[in-house]
């Protein structure tokens, strides 16, 4: 009677020894033992799963903003009253702003890549030499063949993708065909012409690799007919969230008529998209975690019918109600706080080794997983936000402990000479 006559401080020795006894396997009551370890695997799996869907996600966006953000410029300025002549002073101005990291004139175009194998569209962009060795993007990834001399050997550089599709390796011949040819007595006819292959790049992102080309600037101008004049200057800044000052900027330093358009209009609905569907991913599959929790309230439940004799001899020994009550709160939430952190380390671990799982299960299933056409990135990526990590564990421990209050209220009302009635 001793400790328990007494009333003893709150979360005593003696109620952890009896909430965890519970917790083990009996003959008599192995049932609850097998609920309490299903509840255990599903707030596990629903932490593990959360961490990891949220890391995925994380790590295909920040993939897709490198990728996009690394080839296409933070901001394109163009200009719409004349002719874009004066692009390097423009160019020249842009570069007084502060943040400004880069900023280029460039050739845009549409043309039709062919070889031996056949032909694709391609997206066409001539560039200087210099200006395309400062892009790290392609410079710091080519994988067959250099860009020296770029600008004097009239030569291309093509995605891996694209190069595959057609069979050309550095150093074979690449065919564009463009509608905007010569303009002749008969109307414009389409232009044909044959470009060496001076290197080929990996980007990483499919649809660049699969579509892009890059030729010197002065053949882009020849090759579209654009003579002395460029189709923008494309702009990248310190850091992209700052763009709406980039815009103030460039408005009050180019002293011309100009129109910009930055990286959130050019891709608002791309990443819209991306930002519902976290979202929604986020609260289907913490559907998981209440489940789990729900599968605590009814293992405790018949936990506390089942214990309903110990629970009366304990009231009878001096046990408080709130003694009771913490008795069955430790045993449902050890259940939640050991599986939280079980998932916790799960994720972590998977989201280190991603990669290296999916290319695993895509040798045992002979099939590829997330595949690169479909997704865009080569690889699997993953990004750990430590905010969402944090946020995704206090809300499973929040669920954990909330599940085991109705129990534990039930067991601390339980009148032990009706429990003791029929003994």
């Not at 001793?2 to 009551?29: D, H, N, V």
């Not at 490198?66 to 933070?74: R, S, Y």
């Not at 990286?263 to 559907?287: D, G, K, P, Y």
């Not at 079980?342 to 671990?349: D, E, P, Q, V, Y």
Request: charged share 20%; proline share 3%.
């Amino acid at each position: 009677m001793s400790e328990a006559a007494q009333g003893t401080r709150p979360f005593a020795a003696f109620e952890w020894m009896i909430a965890l006894r519970y917790l083990r396997a009996q003959r008599k009551a192995g049932y609850i033992s097998v609920i309490a370890g299903f509840s255990f695997l599903g707030i596990m799996l629903g932490v593990a799963t959360l961490i990891i869907v949220m890391a995925v996600m994380n790590g295909f966006r920040s993939e897709l903003m490198d990728k996009i953000l690394g080839l296409n410029g933070h901001a394109i300025v163009q200009v719409y009253d004349t002719p874009f002549t004066d692009f390097d002073a423009v160019d020249a101005q842009i570069d007084t702003i502060d943040g400004v990291s880069l900023a280029f004139p460039f050739i845009e175009g549409q043309a039709m890549a062919s070889a031996a194998s056949g032909g694709f569209g391609a997206l066409v962009r001539g560039m200087r030499h210099d200006d395309l060795e400062k892009l790290g993007t392609i410079s710091q990834n080519i994988l067959q063949g250099t860009l020296d001399d770029f600008d004097e050997s009239e030569s291309v550089a093509i995605g891996i993708r694209l190069a595959e599709k057609l069979g050309l390796r550095a150093g074979d011949r690449l065919t564009l065909i463009s509608p905007r040819g010569a303009v002749t007595a008969f109307g414009t006819t389409p232009r044909i012409k044959s470009y060496p292959v001076a290197a080929i790049f990996e980007i990483g992102m499919s649809e660049y690799d699969g579509s892009f080309i890059f030729m010197p600037f002065e053949e882009a101008q020849a090759y579209f007919n654009l003579d002395s004049m460029a189709s923008g200057v494309e702009v990248f800044i310190d850091d992209p969230d700052n763009v709406d000052a980039l815009r103030l900027a460039l408005d009050e330093t180019i002293d011309r008529p100009i129109f910009v358009t930055d990286w959130r209009q050019r891709n608002a609905t791309f990443f819209s998209a991306l930002e519902v569907e976290r979202n929604v991913m986020f609260l289907i599959l913490m559907l998981i975690v209440i489940v789990a929790a729900l599968n605590i309230i009814s293992g405790l439940i018949m936990l506390v019918k089942d214990k309903g004799h110990d629970i009366a001899i304990l009231r009878t020994m001096g046990a408080t109600r709130g003694a009771v009550m913490r008795i069955f709160f430790i045993t449902g939430a050890a259940i939640g706080v050991v599986g939280t952190f079980a998932g916790l380390l799960l994720g972590t671990l998977v989201c280190w080794n991603v990669e290296s799982i999916r290319q695993f299960l895509s040798r045992l299933t002979g099939t590829e997983l997330f595949s690169p056409e479909l997704y865009y990135l080569s690889r699997l990526p993953a990004e750990m936000n430590v905010q969402e990590v944090i946020s995704v564990v206090i809300m499973a421990l929040v669920l954990s402990f909330l599940a085991t209050l109705y129990p534990s209220w039930r067991a601390a009302r339980l009148d032990p000479v009706e429990a003791l009635r029929y003994e």
